[in-house]
């Protein structure tokens, strides 16, 4: 396949499961990671906007194929066995289309891929594969363990890798007392901690090892490594990191608060090694899938929230660096499925146009678009894939299961194992349709959960689905209908409340709208989703002071909240605080780029300001986030009329004609977004 434009000799991709900025830019700003920022300083680098739900295997494949969930099939930790017998782990044999590496195959170039989530058995890859049970340690510590069956691909490098594999039995005092400077003493009171520290420490050093014998002793285009230490560090230590939680005891907290630190700085240390192997022809991409709440907006199981999930901040990381590539630049609204695109790119390759992500092209020096054929899906030729069909390993399956069930992630399996399949397909049910839902395919999530067997779709969780697709599909009385039995059972959830609160806002019933809400906050007080829509509430009723310190105090609890930017943006705007209207506008386009309202929000202030040419620009944003977006239109046709452009101003009244006839046609206004 023609590479001419090839922008990098070779790709490192880098995952690091739950890295936050949150964490990593004070460590950064003191010094602590200076590879980090080095990478930062010669690239570009942003936010990372994650998929829902946020579940790893599902974003990991995500980030590998480029795909959402219903097109490479991976839903969830589990799936039930072939012959319905049981359940295993989501694996390779799981993901039902290709990914980054099986489209380099096919183009005639090698990859290293080590650790992959659901990357087991390995794939027959032009290159090497090590899978995600490569690492895994089987039994005691203490004691040696074996390579999975089909870990290592091709099965003659097993010998020479299996040797770098780090055991827990290695990892002695010298190495742990970094995390716990106050070691034999947690020894002592905590011995498990400690036991779980060393394996995580082993498994990430085990990775590291292979990665980095594999990018200095082969020829390779791509090697796409993935480190889960951050993500498992924070199921174990985040609970104990400053700020101390209230739930947390005072001598647990002092023996282990340095623990997350120092998990950032060893793979700070990491990546400086990944880097000076990698050379200067290399462009270095570094991301993670979610981040992790770190600060007071950690759940608390005391508000009913303490599964492993509910740790998942919605932006993760990215940083880019290498030939061809910005310097010194933010890049903004990017998100998972940009990511095989944007590895393409670097190479040469075409990007699939079903892929539902875009190549970061403003990242980089050269302009010329990303070449694109209609699917990868459609080329012939022999891309290292596996079959469904292929030998399971049951003793491989298990260790991974025990891990799941371990970090919480999925619950032991019982004696019944039908039951265990039943409760597998619902669960992959419910993480498809909020899938396809948060990809704006509420009509499909519908036709998934109304394909459930009849017997089970009474369950709330089923019911709370429909409802939310019945909302996004604008019929709010199909919406109220399920929620009936909701309501009997569960009046002051907090779901509940906020789901009739914005039937309230979409019947204009201000009022309503701000009971319900204020009765959500209630039952989460700590929930900045739920303040943001009370501060809403009061901004549909023109409530401007009531609104302003509601939006205030949603960034008090997560100053990252573009939605919280733009309400004061609009607040400040109608108050006739121009200066103020155009800050927070670009507080909050900058936190989240695809934020069409924000983006009218700042054009409408730009207007104000008199600056019409960046007005122009900002509608011009929403214009093509949205498509047809009657207001943009409206307010840019009367830009143009004051330029003296009469035939451009035409042309946007013509599409605000259209959008205007769009919006008619619907059965109601378009709800507001749950």
Request: with cysteine.
């Amino acid at each position: 396949m023609d590479t001419t434009d090839r922008i990098a000799k070779r790709v490192l991709l880098i995952g690091w499961d739950a890295a936050d900025w949150q964490i990593a830019s004070p460590l950064m700003a003191s010094g602590r990671m200076p590879h980090l920022s080095a990478l930062v300083e010669r690239g570009v680098s942003g936010n990372l906007a994650t998929l829902h739900p946020i579940l790893s295997p599902m974003l990991w494949s995500s980030v590998a194929t480029g795909h959402t969930a219903d097109k490479h099939g991976i839903l969830g930790f589990v799936e039930p066995l072939p012959d319905r017998s049981g359940v295993r782990p989501v694996s390779s044999r799981s993901r039902r289309c290709k990914a980054m590496w099986n489209l380099l195959t096919q183009s005639g170039m090698k990859s290293n891929v080590v650790g992959w989530y659901a990357s087991h058995p390995a794939e027959p890859i032009e290159g090497v594969m090590v899978s995600n049970l490569f690492e895994q340690p089987k039994g005691p510590i203490t004691q040696d363990w074996e390579v999975p069956d089909r870990a290592v691909h091709p099965p003659d490098k097993l010998d020479e890798l299996k040797s770098l594999r780090v055991h827990p039995g290695e990892i002695d005092a010298s190495v742990v007392a970094p995390f716990i400077p106050r070691l034999q003493e947690a020894a002592e009171k905590f011995p498990k901690k400690i036991a779980h520290l060393r394996g995580l420490m082993a498994q990430t050093a085990s990775i590291h090892a292979v990665t980095t014998h594999l990018i200095e002793h082969t020829d390779w285009d791509l090697t796409a490594a993935y480190y889960e230490g951050i993500d498992r560090f924070g199921h174990e230590f985040m609970h104990l990191h400053p700020p101390k939680m209230e739930q947390v005891e005072q001598e647990e907290f002092e023996l282990f608060q340095h623990v997350i630190t120092g998990c950032y700085l060893f793979h700070d240390m990491m990546l400086g090694r990944l880097v000076e192997l990698a050379g200067d022809d290399t462009a270095i991409v570094l991301v993670s899938d979610h981040g992790y709440f770190n600060d007071h907006l950690r759940p608390d199981p005391r508000e009913g929230k303490a599964g492993p999930t509910d740790w998942h901040r919605p932006l993760g990381v990215v940083a880019m660096a290498g030939p061809g590539i910005k310097q010194g630049e933010s890049l903004y609204g990017a998100n998972l499925l940009d990511i095989t695109p944007t590895v393409l790119r670097l190479l040469g390759l075409p990007v699939g146009s079903d892929m539902r992500g875009r190549p970061w092209v403003e990242a980089l020096e050269a302009t010329l678009d990303a070449k694109r054929i209609v699917s990868w899906e459609a080329v012939d030729g022999d891309g290292g894939t596996l079959g469904p069909d292929d030998d399971e390993d049951p003793q491989a399956a298990q260790a991974m299961m025990q891990q799941l069930i371990d970090l919480g992630y999925v619950d032991p399996p019982g004696e019944d194992a039908e039951k265990s399949v039943r409760e597998a397909e619902l669960e992959g049910v419910i993480n498809l349709a909020t899938s396809l839902r948060h990809t704006r395919r509420p009509q499909l999530a519908l036709e998934a959960l109304e394909a459930v067997d009849e017997q089970y779709r009474d369950t709330s969780m089923l019911r709370m689905q429909r409802a939310l697709c019945w909302m996004a599909l604008g019929e709010a009385d199909r919406c109220r209908d399920e929620l009936k039995s909701l309501i009997e059972a569960d009046a002051d959830s907090a779901r509940v409340q906020m789901l009739l609160g914005v039937l309230a806002l979409n019947d204009a019933d201000a009022p309503a709208a701000v009971a319900h809400f204020t009765r959500a906050v209630e039952a989460q007080p700590s929930s900045p989703d739920l303040h943001l829509k009370l501060a809403q509430a009061h901004l549909g009723a023109a409530d401007l002071d009531a609104a302003r310190p509601l939006f205030e105090r949603v960034l008090e609890l997560d100053p990252d909240h573009a939605a919280a930017h733009h309400g004061l943006s609009e607040i400040a705007r109608r108050q006739g605080r121009t200066g103020d209207a155009i800050d927070h506008a670009l507080d909050a386009v900058a936190r989240q780029h695809f934020l069409p309202r924000a983006h009218l929000s700042l054009g409408k202030a730009l207007v104000d300001a008199g600056d019409l040419d960046h007005a122009a620009d900002a509608l011009r944003v929403a214009i093509g986030q949205v498509g047809h977006y009657r207001e943009a239109h409206e307010l840019l046709a009367d830009i143009y009329a004051r330029q003296s452009k009469p035939a451009e101003a035409a042309e946007q009244r013509r599409l605000a004609g259209e959008a205007g006839v769009a919006l008619a046609s619907r059965r109601q206004t378009a709800p507001a977004s749950p």
